[in-house]
């Protein structure tokens, strides 16, 4: 069983962001077909797929109304640009 979560965990330090960005480069290194937007980045068209899908019940939907400023790309543009 894991540990409940710090509820004072710091922010990820450049450096870390500089290894977990390292580690993405090294795992496309196999792979010359994919980007880093393929395996990190939430594509607007699968969220818009996600929702549709959450949203399609008639009678119990998952959501009842599209969610607004629900995902960025703020934060793995940031780490591509280290």
């Known amino acids: 069983m894991n540990p409940e979560p710090s509820r004072t965990a710091k922010p ?6 500089k290894v977990k960005a390292g580690l993405i480069q090294m795992s496309l290194k196999g792979d010359t077909s994919m ?3 393929e395996i990190t ?3 607007p068209s699968d969220f818009n797929r ?3 899908v959450l ?3 008639e009678s119990t939907p ?3 109304k599209r969610p607004k400023g629900a995902w960025t ?3 793995w543009e940031a780490m591509l640009a280290l």
């Open 12 to 17: 990820p330090t450049r450096g870390t962001m």
């Open 50 to 52: 996600t929702v549709n």
């Open 62 to 64: 998952v959501i009842s």
């Open 35 to 37: 980007s880093p937007e």
């Open 41 to 43: 980045c939430l594509k």
């Open 55 to 57: 949203m399609a019940s």
């Open 73 to 75: 790309h703020k934060i």
